[in-house]
């Protein structure tokens, strides 16, 4: 059974960062991209960044230069780095894994997890 658990959302104020974990068990975690996403109330899911097997990374406009995503085999998790946190990142973010990185890019990937709820104020 595959099992996304994300932790380490939170409240925070603006400007501050948040860590987000992701540990995944049930799957081949060496051979899967794995990728976060978010959603904020009212909107479409979207892309925050991913990164594939062999650990090239991909972000969006809007995580760019703030967040950083990277992963530890041995753990078998991926994490997201939070900087620079506004209050438009508010949103839960979801992690997700697939073996085919265009399929975490644009967020058909096969496997997900619960969510874990980011809030910034202002």
């Known amino acids: 059974q595959v099992q996304l658990v994300e932790s380490g959302g939170g409240l925070v104020q603006a400007g501050g960062s948040l860590r987000l974990s992701c540990a995944a068990s049930?799957?081949?975690?060496?051979?899967?991209?794995m990728g976060w996403h978010r959603q904020a109330p009212g909107k479409q899911r979207e892309l925050v960044a991913a990164i594939s097997s062999d650990a090239i990374t991909k972000y969006a406009d809007s995580a760019k230069g703030r967040f950083t995503i990277s992963r530890d085999n041995f753990r078998k998790t991926v994490y997201l780095q939070m900087n620079s946190l506004r209050p438009e990142d508010t949103a839960v973010y979801y992690c997700?894994?697939?073996?085919?990185?265009?399929?975490?890019?644009?967020?058909?990937?096969?496997?997900w997890g619960q969510g874990t709820q980011v809030t910034v104020s202002s």
């Open positions: 049930g799957i081949l975690f060496d051979l899967n991209a």
């Open positions: 997700v894994a697939d073996r085919r990185l265009l399929a975490v890019l644009g967020g058909s990937g096969d496997h």
